[in-house]
């Protein structure tokens, strides 16, 4: 799946119209509402400075030197990780923000163990949420291959639709699974006209419309990390997510896709479990 689509309901969920028929507008005709400007550059709109979450998706990844240490010095350098991660959140006032979220690859993925999903609505609280892990022993025996940097905003081509939502604040955590990857779009696919982008969003939306066990969360990256977007899908069901990516290889907008990977299967577990999983 592309990015440029978030959504704040299920992937392919179709929001009801004024006129009572999924989408669409009096008599099932779909409702257009195509954004002429998406970039404010003809219009000159003004910068958006309201608040908006950030999104870090941290992987890490042991040394296997941790293992040969002895069992009770594991522990304990399990246990001053896990009290200084999850400081970070019940440390800090509501008003900041912060949800933290945990996931193994173990026996998923080679390169990385695990990962944290942080959410804040200031990007420096990440630094701070890593200067805590950085103090504790068990940082010695990890390295960070990925760490990917994001804002949620509202998407052009979903929330054009009356009733769809804003889109405007991420839902974390609501599946078993957690399936990432960082995602860029050809230079080609923003010279197409406004409305060629928002059709071909429209087919790729309507091809996930029966995927409804998949959860989208698809985060902005311009500027501030290395890709476009950073997309991520919540479900229980890894067979759904494999066949709703196989099926919009099929759709018009995939042409435009320059690189949709590292690809991460991430299962969610409380950190102590994924911790235990290290060894």
């Known amino acids: 799946m592309s990015g440029d689509e978030q959504k704040p309901t299920q992937v392919g969920e179709t929001p009801p119209s004024a006129g009572g028929r999924p989408g669409g507008a009096p008599g099932g005709r779909p409702k257009m509402m195509v954004d002429l400007d998406p970039s404010g550059q003809v219009t ?43 400081g970070w959140v019940t440390d800090a006032p509501a008003e900041a923000g912060h949800i933290q979220r945990s996931y193994s690859l173990v026996g998923v993925r080679g ?9 804040a609505f200031d ?3 990440f630094q701070e949420a890593q200067a805590r892990l950085n103090r504790t022993r068990l940082m010695g025996y990890l390295t960070q291959p990925y760490n990917f940097i994001s804002m949620n905003k509202r998407s052009q081509y979903v929330n054009r639709v009356e009733g769809s939502g804003h889109g405007l604040e ?31 969003m ?28 950073v997309v991520s899908f919540d479900s229980d069901y890894p067979q759904e997510f494999v066949d709703l990516v196989h099926r919009l290889r099929y759709t018009e907008a995939s042409n435009y896709t320059l690189q949709d990977t590292p690809m991460f299967t991430c299962v969610k577990k409380d950190l102590d479990g994924v911790l235990n999983d290290l060894g």
């Open 123 to 125: 990007v420096r609280d």
């Open 202 to 229: 429209d087919e790729h939306i309507h091809a996930s419309g029966p995927f409804k066990g998949v959860r989208i969360n698809t985060s902005y990256s311009y500027g501030i990390d290395d890709q476009e977007f």
């Open 170 to 200: 991420i839902l974390p955590g609501q599946g078993k699974f957690l399936f990432i990857y960082p995602f860029v779009k050809t230079r080609a696919w923003y010279d197409l006209t406004p409305m060629a982008r928002q059709g071909m």
């Open 111 to 119: 390169d990385v163990d695990f990962m944290l999903w942080r959410i």
């Open 44 to 86: 000159q709109r003004d910068p958006d400075r309201a608040q908006r979450q950030f999104l870090n998706y941290a992987f890490f990844k042991l040394d296997p030197s941790f293992r040969r240490l002895p069992l009770p010095e594991r522990e304990a350098l399990k246990a001053e990780f896990l009290a200084a991660a999850a």
